[in-house]
C-alpha cells in the first residue's frame, strides 16, 4: 500500500465548478505538498502545509493532522486548471518526499 | 531567468551506452534532488545532496552515479543503459535541508529512451 493515497484518479469538470480533489496519507508523514503536472510534463510547486489552511487565488489546501488527510479545491475552475494534481508527503525526520499516483483533471469549456 | 535547467530535454540512446543528464539552478539553494518519473506516472525519489554532500541514496541501481560539483549543480551519469532506465528524470532544489518542509523547485524534465 502507498504511503501516499489519492482520489480519485481522474475527473471531469465543466467550467466553473468546484472541484475537490483528496489525498490521505499514512503514520510518519509530517507534511503535504500539492504539486501540478501540465500536459507539457513540468512539474510546479502549489503548497506545502503540514496544519490548518493555505489559499493562492482560486486554490485552496487544507490538511486534517488527526485524520491524516488532505483536500486541495479550485475554485471557479477553468480549462487552463486541466493538469495532473499530485500529492506528496515528507516522512518525517528525513528529506524525502513520498508521491501519490497523482489525480488527471479535465476541465471542460 | 530559468530557475532550475535540465539538459538534454530529450535524450534517445542505445542499450548498453553511457549518458549523462545536467542539472543547474539559479536560486541559491543547498539541496538539490533528481526524480524518476516512470511511464505510469509515478515519481519516485532517487537522490539528494544538500551542499554537495549526498543526503539521499534510494535503492537505485549503482549504475546511477550523482555528481555535484558545486552546490549549483547536481548531474546524473547512468552507466550501462538498460530499458527499464526509460523515463522522465526531474531534477528539484529546495532552500534548505529539510527541504521536504520546504518548497520544491522544479527543472523540466529530461525525456530519456532507451533502444
Known amino acids: 500500500k502507498n504511503e501516499v493515497e489519492q482520489s480519485p484518479q481522474n475527473l471531469t469538470a465543466q467550467e466553473g465548478e468546484f472541484i475537490t480533489i483528496n489525498c490521505s496519507y499514512s503514520v510518519g508523514i509530517s507534511a503535504l505538498h500539492w504539486l501540478q503536472q501540465h500536459p507539457g510534463g513540468g512539474i510546479v510547486s502549489l503548497f506545502m502545509?503540514?496544519?490548518g489552511k493555505k489559499k493562492h487565488g482560486r486554490l485552496i489546501a487544507t490538511i486534517n493532522i488527526q485524520e491524516k488527510h488532505s483536500s486541495l479545491h479550485i475554485t471557479a475552475s477553468h480549462p487552463r486548471d486541466s493538469a495532473v494534481y499530485i500529492c506528496a508527503g515528507t516522512q518525517g525526520g528525513s528529506e524525502k518526499l513520498v508521491f501519490g499516483k497523482g489525480m488527471k483533471l479535465t476541465v471542460n469549456p | 531567468d530559468t530557475a532550475v535547467s535540465q539538459t538534454p530535454k530529450y535524450l534517445v540512446t542505445q542499450m548498453g551506452n553511457d549518458k549523462s543528464i545536467k542539472c543547474e539552478q539559479n536560486?541559491?539553494?543547498?539541496?538539490m534532488y533528481w526524480y524518476k518519473q516512470d511511464s505510469k506516472k509515478f515519481l519516485k525519489i532517487m537522490f539528494s545532496y544538500n551542499n554537495k554532500e549526498l543526503i539521499i541514496n534510494e535503492t537505485v541501481p549503482n549504475r546511477f552515479s550523482p555528481k555535484s560539483p558545486d552546490k549549483a549543480h547536481l548531474n546524473l551519469h547512468i552507466n550501462s543503459l538498460e530499458l527499464g532506465d526509460s523515463a522522465v528524470y526531474f531534477c528539484?532544489?529546495?532552500?534548505?535541508?529539510?527541504?521536504?518542509?520546504?518548497?520544491?523547485?522544479f527543472g523540466p524534465g529530461t525525456r530519456l529512451t532507451v533502444l
Open positions: 528539484a532544489s529546495s532552500p534548505r535541508l529539510a527541504g521536504g518542509y520546504n518548497e520544491q523547485f
Open positions: 502545509l503540514s496544519s
Open positions: 536560486l541559491g539553494h543547498d539541496t
